[in-house]
């Protein structure tokens, strides 16, 4: 689950531009090359969407900032999908 860190603006600006609900769903979500499976709330699941999405359309920076910030909210998580 999602860590408690203080996130920068640069960090904060990113969460919202996901349009999150906060309706309390949770999301299975696979890696693709380990077949590792997490279980992420909106917030982790829209951020690796964002991730996987930056990676495919070679937009490097948004891949950075997004891996980033997937690691200091998800360390776990972050392990089983995209380290």
Known sequence: MAKAVKLCKRDEKLIDSL???????KYRVTNPYSGGIEVLDERGAKLY????????????D???KGL???????????YTLLD
Do not use: C, H, I, M
Request: charged share 35%.
């Open 19 to 25: 349009n999150l609900k906060n309706d309390g769903s």
């Open 49 to 60: 969407k964002y991730v996987k999405e930056a990676e495919q359309e070679s937009r490097w």
């Open 62 to 64: 948004d891949l950075n």
């Open 68 to 78: 980033t910030l997937f690691r200091k909210l998800y360390p776990n998580e972050y």
